[in-house]
């Protein structure tokens, strides 16, 4: 990484102070880092200067509106300085390193030095005498009458002994931190950082069709058929209820069942198509009920602790008013490409994309905006925006900005699972939340080399993933079998793994994994149908979801994603990690990811990571069977058997004697 120095200043005039490997920052300050309210944000550097002159570092923070605070750094060994501040407000945020040659300090180290030597300290006391001096003018009325008394206790010679214990007294270090001389200082360049609430970083979601929330078979689904499935989603644990697209649907290229070309009259498109004569983006589908019945779902939500979130899909049917009003935004090649009977044909798509470039970039970007205010004033929160990779980052970047300058609360997020580097750069372009590759991360070392990534690499700064275990249009290879012990270990990891995760229901729930074959595809897919589900089932599945979102909740070590912390075990078919939180909350996840035979290993616990000793005894509480296991030190046994439960979500706690 580069030097990061700016603003240095001395009365020399040269760079006395050096600033390396600044931690966080996001692309050397040009995107802001992310936090969530609540956080404690630690801030490392690598700060040097010249010969063994000592030096004091602060960190200076402020958000937006607000005046500088600061606190200290303190050395963490070679060269390395750290310092940690916490943030509550949401909202933007900048904070800088400022370092500076501590003459005082260096003068202070000398003295402790030579009189745990026994050696004289009188060539010392001018030098120690002109500091003193000049610490005196920057002193408080109480501290300046103290210092001056100070002053004339090192003019006096015959009180050597009383000046040098005075100068390595916690008094005289007091003052030196209250008065430093940092006429030779140092600056960093401000850093971003951007605070957003809670929700971003810790969600449970889940995904419906709205138009498939009624008892009835056949009928359309309203939103106060929904209002009745709040109580069975948050007695679940779920907090984020996502809708796709809840929009009227075009009529031209409407797409039958399964996407076909093939329509009968009662299909009801897929709403994806959005627009039609009647109105766009800014309107409801009229047979899930109007914009007040959705402010009505959205308070009754609110009620159960369950927030409303909607796609965002830049996907325009022929009939989309805005193709007659802005007929220059869009590609008229409309076209897309199937496989039938064999072969690959192209056929008439049922939806435009949007054209965004330096032509129409202003009206498009207030046309948005537009829709988006009104959403808010629905009560919207949080957007999901659908494949936002097909327009321009520096898009994104104006408008999300223009929104959530004036909304910080907002959480935009960039529903795609696009090549690795556009993910990250829609990260920085705006987008809170990020999809991930979860779904296609199977193996033990695929799962480790992934989530080491998003934890532990520069990533950790500005991307915040949500793990899903299946969405309406992936129906992932590991979920087609049906098979119960597997969907269990995809959603065990999925929801203790990420702190933000979510599931495509009552899809997912109910084992429904019938694909197009060789394809990751519902078949029957419901994004081209209403389906009538028995809302009232019970499985193993739902008892499990509900039992572990409520062990999310209490235990703030899963609320996290990126203090995961992979465990060695030699067993390849048994993963193990722990997570630690601020407050002492520590938990150890061991799951069998063969879901068809029994596993078992030592698993090697990082004792030193749980505050533990290698002989100490302590307790491994399973929060799901509250079963409680005393374990010691680093090498414990585990036994995991699919067919019965194939995790365990443990609890380091303190052992207090025998277990009976």
Same mark, same amino acid.
Request: net charge negative; with cysteine.
């Given at each position: 990484?580069?030097?990061?120095?700016?603003?240095?200043?001395?009365?020399?005039?040269?760079?006395?102070?050096?600033?390396?490997?600044?931690?966080?920052?996001?692309?050397?300050?040009?995107?802001?880092?992310?936090?969530?309210?609540?956080?404690?944000?630690? @801030?490392?550097?690598?700060?040097?200067?010249?010969?063994?002159?000592?030096?004091?570092?602060?960190?200076?923070?402020?958000?937006?509106?607000?005046?500088?605070?600061?606190?200290?750094?303190?050395?963490?060994?070679?060269?390395?300085?750290?310092?940690?501040?916490?943030?509550?407000?949401?909202?933007?945020?900048?904070?800088?390193?400022?370092?500076?040659?501590?003459?005082?300090?260096?003068?202070?180290?000398?003295?402790?030095?030579?009189?745990?030597?026994?050696?004289?300290?009188?060539?010392?006391?001018?030098?120690?005498?002109?500091?003193?001096?000049?610490?005196?003018?920057?002193?408080?009325?109480?501290?300046?009458?103290?210092?001056?008394?100070?002053?004339?206790?090192?003019?006096?010679?015959?009180?050597?002994?009383?000046?040098?214990?005075?100068?390595?007294?916690?008094?005289?270090?007091?003052?030196?931190?209250?008065?430093?001389?940092?006429?030779?200082?140092?600056?960093?360049?401000?850093?971003?950082?951007?605070?957003?609430?809670?929700?971003?970083?810790?969600?449970?979601?889940?995904?419906?069709?709205?138009?498939?929330?009624?008892?009835?078979?056949?009928?359309?689904?309203?939103?106060?058929?929904?209002?009745?499935?709040?109580?069975?989603?948050?007695?679940?644990?779920?907090?984020?209820?996502?809708?796709?697209? @809840?929009?009227?649907?075009?009529?031209?290229?409407?797409?039958?069942?399964?996407?076909?070309?093939?329509?009968?009259?009662?299909?009801?498109?897929?709403?994806?198509?959005?627009?039609?004569?009647?109105?766009?983006?800014?309107?409801?589908?009229?047979?899930?009920?109007?914009?007040?019945?959705?402010?009505?779902?959205?308070?009754?939500?609110?009620?159960?602790?369950?927030?409303?979130?909607?796609?965002?899909?830049?996907?325009?049917?022929?009939?989309?008013?805005?193709?007659?009003?802005?007929?220059?935004?869009?590609?008229?090649?409309?076209?897309?490409?199937?496989?039938?009977?064999?072969?690959?044909?192209?056929?008439?798509?049922?939806?435009?994309?949007?054209?965004?470039?330096?032509?129409?970039?202003?009206?498009?970007?207030?046309?948005?905006?537009?829709?988006?205010?009104?959403?808010?004033?629905?009560?919207?929160?949080?957007?999901?925006?659908?494949?936002?990779?097909? *327009?321009?980052?520096?898009?994104?970047?104006?408008?999300?900005?223009?929104?959530?300058?004036?909304?910080?609360?907002?959480?935009?997020?960039?529903?795609?699972?696009?090549?690795?580097?556009?993910?990250?750069?829609?990260?920085?372009?705006?987008?809170?939340?990020?999809?991930?590759?979860?779904?296609?991360?199977?193996?033990?070392?695929?799962?480790?080399?992934?989530?080491?990534?998003?934890?532990?690499?520069?990533?950790?700064?500005?991307?915040?993933?949500?793990?899903?275990?299946?969405?309406?249009?992936?129906?992932?290879?590991?979920?087609?079998?049906?098979?119960?012990?597997?969907?269990?270990?995809?959603?065990?990891?999925?929801?203790?793994?990420?702190?933000?995760?979510?599931?495509?229901?009552?899809?997912?729930?109910?084992?429904?994994?019938?694909?197009?074959?060789?394809?990751?595809?519902?078949?029957?897919?419901?994004?081209?149908?209403?389906?009538?589900?028995?809302?009232?089932?019970?499985?193993?599945?739902?008892?499990?979801?509900?039992?572990?979102?409520?062990?999310?909740?209490?235990?703030?070590?899963?609320?996290?994603?990126?203090?995961?912390?992979?465990?060695?075990?030699?067993?390849?078919?048994?993963?193990?990690?722990?997570?630690?939180?601020?407050?002492?909350?520590?938990?150890?996840?061991?799951?069998?990811?063969?879901?068809?035979?029994?596993?078992?290993?030592?698993?090697?616990?990082?004792? *030193?990571?749980?505050?533990?000793?290698?002989?100490?005894?302590?307790?491994?509480?399973?929060?799901?069977?509250?079963?409680?296991?005393?374990?010691?030190?680093?090498?414990?046994?585990?036994?995991?058997?699919? *067919?019965?439960?194939?995790? *365990?979500?443990?609890?380091?706690?303190?052992?207090?004697?025998?277990?009976?």
């Amino acid at each position: 990484m580069d030097n990061q120095i700016v603003n240095i200043s001395s009365n020399l005039n040269h760079n006395l102070v050096i600033f390396e490997n600044i931690t966080p920052e996001n692309g050397h300050g040009e995107y802001a880092v992310k936090a969530v309210s609540g956080d404690t944000i630690i @801030i490392q550097a690598d700060i040097l200067t010249h010969g063994n002159s000592g030096l004091a570092a602060r960190i200076f923070y402020k958000n937006k509106e607000g005046n500088w605070q600061k606190t200290y750094m303190k050395p963490a060994g070679n060269d390395r300085w750290e310092g940690q501040f916490q943030v509550q407000e949401t909202g933007k945020y900048v904070y800088k390193i400022v370092a500076w040659v501590d003459l005082i300090a260096t003068w202070q180290t000398e003295v402790t030095r030579r009189l745990q030597k026994y050696l004289p300290i009188a060539d010392l006391i001018p030098e120690g005498l002109k500091l003193l001096e000049q610490m005196s003018k920057l002193a408080s009325k109480d501290d300046k009458a103290l210092i001056k008394e100070a002053v004339r206790l090192f003019k006096d010679k015959n009180r050597e002994d009383e000046a040098g214990q005075l100068a390595g007294s916690f008094r005289f270090t007091e003052w030196l931190n209250r008065y430093p001389d940092n006429r030779l200082s140092g600056e960093t360049a401000e850093f971003p950082l951007l605070v957003y609430r809670k929700k971003l970083e810790f969600s449970s979601w889940y995904t419906m069709f709205p138009r498939s929330a009624s008892d009835d078979f056949g009928k359309h689904g309203t939103f106060e058929d929904v209002i009745k499935r709040l109580p069975r989603i948050a007695g679940l644990g779920f907090d984020v209820l996502h809708f796709l697209p @809840i929009h009227l649907i075009g009529f031209q290229n409407k797409k039958g069942k399964n996407g076909g070309q093939k329509v009968e009259e009662t299909d009801p498109g897929s709403p994806f198509s959005i627009g039609n004569f009647n109105g766009g983006h800014e309107a409801i589908h009229p047979e899930l009920g109007n914009i007040d019945d959705f402010k009505n779902l959205v308070l009754e939500a609110e009620k159960h602790g369950v927030e409303i979130a909607l796609d965002l899909a830049l996907q325009f049917s022929a009939d989309h008013p805005w193709m007659a009003q802005y007929p220059d935004w869009f590609d008229k090649n409309g076209s897309e490409q199937i496989f039938s009977s064999g072969q690959l044909i192209s056929v008439q798509s049922d939806f435009y994309n949007i054209r965004i470039d330096e032509n129409n970039e202003e009206a498009v970007t207030q046309a948005l905006e537009q829709i988006i205010r009104l959403w808010i004033s629905w009560g919207i929160r949080i957007i999901r925006v659908v494949q936002p990779e097909r *327009h321009p980052f520096y898009f994104w970047q104006k408008l999300i900005k223009n929104v959530t300058d004036e909304y910080p609360e907002l959480i935009f997020y960039a529903g795609t699972f696009t090549r690795p580097k556009v993910m990250n750069a829609l990260s920085k372009s705006g987008f809170a939340l990020s999809d991930s590759y979860f779904m296609w991360r199977n193996s033990k070392y695929e799962i480790e080399q992934y989530i080491n990534e998003l934890a532990h690499s520069t990533q950790k700064d500005f991307y915040k993933p949500i793990f899903w275990t299946n969405t309406p249009d992936i129906n992932p290879f590991n979920l087609q079998s049906g098979h119960e012990p597997q969907q269990l270990i995809r959603f065990f990891l999925a929801a203790t793994l990420s702190g933000s995760y979510g599931i495509y229901g009552p899809v997912f729930e109910q084992l429904i994994y019938e694909s197009f074959p060789g394809k990751e595809e519902y078949w029957n897919s419901e994004k081209f149908e209403i389906k009538r589900w028995d809302w009232e089932k019970d499985t193993k599945v739902n008892y499990l979801i509900r039992l572990i979102n409520e062990i999310r909740k209490e235990n703030p070590a899963l609320q996290k994603t990126n203090n995961v912390h992979t465990c060695f075990l030699e067993n390849d078919q048994i993963l193990a990690f722990l997570k630690n939180d601020f407050a002492g909350n520590k938990i150890l996840c061991v799951v069998n990811l063969d879901s068809y035979h029994r596993q078992s290993g030592m698993l090697q616990v990082p004792v *030193h990571m749980i505050n533990k000793n290698h002989d100490e005894k302590f307790i491994a509480h399973d929060l799901i069977t509250d079963a409680r296991y005393e374990w010691i030190g680093e090498w414990n046994y585990v036994e995991l058997d699919p *067919h019965i439960l194939p995790f *365990h979500l443990l609890r380091i706690e303190d052992y207090h004697g025998e277990i009976y």
